[in-house]
Structures are given as C-alpha cells and as structure tokens.
T-cell receptor, first 113, second 115 residues
Framework: AQSVSQHNHHVILSEAASLELGCNYS??????LFWYVQYPGQHLQLLLK??????LVKGIKGFEAEFIKSKFSFNLRKPSVQWSDTAEYFC???????????FGQGTTLQVKP | GAGVSQSPRYKVAKRGQDVALRCDPI?????LFWYQQALGQGPEFLTY????????KSGLPSDRFFAERPEGSVSTLKIQRTQQEDSAVYLC?????????????FGPGTRLTVT
C-alpha cells in the first residue's frame, strides 16, 4: 500500500536556524511528490512539487526539496527560517491511479523569534 | 481569482443528525476531491469526481457518507446519522484536469463537531 512517513512531528527552532523536515514514501509507480503548508487559520497551500526532471526543486518563500529515488525520500529544507514560517507542513505523494493525494501525518514547526 | 470555497466553515451536530457540507471548486476545474482530516493527522482521501462522475469512493468510511456533484461543479458531502468519530475537518480540493500530475487547490475546510 502507498504511504508517506514524516519523521518529525514537532520541531522547534530559533529564527535564522536551518530547517530540514524528513519525508519518506512507499510507492512503486511514477512518483509525483508535494509539500503543502498550512499557516495558522489558513487553508493548505502548495509549497513545492516534483513531477520529473531536476530532483532539486525550489518552491515559494525560500523552501526547497530534494527527491532521492534510492532513499525514497523527499526532504524539505530552508537555510534560514523566519518566525512567519511557523506552520504545519505536510508531505504528500500523488497516486497516479486515481489522482488522490496520500499525505503524511504532518510536522508542526514552531519558530521562536 | 476566486479559490475553492466551502460552507459552512463550522458545524456542530448532535449525534444522530444528518449534515450536508458544500464545496464550490475553482470555476472550470474538472477534478474534485474530498478529504477528511482528524485532529493531529494529515488529510485522508474520501472520494473523487471527474466532472459529474464519481470515479473513486474507496475512502468513504461507511455507507453513512454520500457525495454528489450533479452538474460537474458544486459538490455536497452528506453524512447521515452522525457519530462522534465523524468529528474532523472536511477538506475539498479541485484540480484543473482529470487524472494526472496536477496540483490540487484546497478550500478552507469545514470543521464538524459531533456532540
């Protein structure tokens, strides 16, 4: 069965610290991967996506993620976080059979000013 | 432009009541998805429409859950005889094309609390 695992459930960082959130997936077909973010009181928004090509993808607000096929991973990174990055982050894989998204359970990021 | 909208934003129901949750997708979007998000969890797929056709309802947890999209635009998720375990945020998402590698655009969700 397809699944997504996010290892860090709650991360607390100080401003300017570097961020890496882990995401591993289990899926045997063509892989399309996403990171979504949910800021407090707001709806899910797309941070970045990988469909094909360059495995290092850049998204909004300085975020990037690297698709490593051999490790079944798609970790999210940001070199220097800001207080405004406080949010919940979700990794997801697209099921090519039906188009549905399979989400990880999310990581809550708290950035202290 | 207008995004995905959902109504109501909050719904409190007594156990046993029926509820109806509405989703207005982005105009012209072919695909529409419903997800259920329990507290502290990621969204879980419920059902998928391509235009008016319900192509996948494998995620609906019981026959108390029913979804429709009769004209290929607005969709309604109905829950009959609500139970406490139905308490969750119900998310709607739309996508411009049919099955394929496309971004899904999410609405704000409806938070359902069953007392």
């Amino acid at each position: 069965a397809q699944s997504v695992s996010q290892h860090n459930h709650h991360v607390i960082l100080s401003e300017a610290a570097s961020l890496e959130l882990g995401c591993n997936y289990s899926y045997g077909g063509t892989v399309n991967l996403f990171w979504y973010v949910q800021y407090p009181g707001q709806h899910l928004q797309l941070l970045l996506k990988y469909f094909s090509g360059d495995p290092l993808v850049k998204g909004i607000k300085g975020f990037e993620a690297e698709f490593i096929k051999s490790k079944f991973s798609f970790n999210l990174r940001k070199p220097s976080v800001q207080w405004s990055d406080t949010a919940e982050y979700f990794c997801a894989v697209l099921s090519s059979n039906t188009g549905k998204l399979i989400f990880g359970q999310g990581t809550t990021l708290q950035v202290k000013p | 432009g207008a995004g995905v909208s959902q109504s109501p934003r909050y719904k409190v129901a007594k156990r046993g009541q029926d509820v109806a949750l509405r989703c207005d997708p982005i105009s012209g979007h072919v695909s529409l998805f419903w997800y259920q998000q329990a507290l502290g969890q990621g969204p879980e797929f419920l059902t998928y429409f391509q235009n008016e056709a319900q192509l996948d309802k494998s995620g609906l947890p019981s026959d108390r859950f029913f979804a429709e999209r009769p004209e290929g635009s607005v969709s309604t998720l109905k829950i009959q005889r609500t139970q406490q375990e139905d308490s969750a945020v119900y998310l709607c998402a739309s996508s411009p094309r049919g099955q394929g590698a496309y971004e899904q655009y999410f609405g704000p969700g409806t938070r359902l609390t069953v007392t």
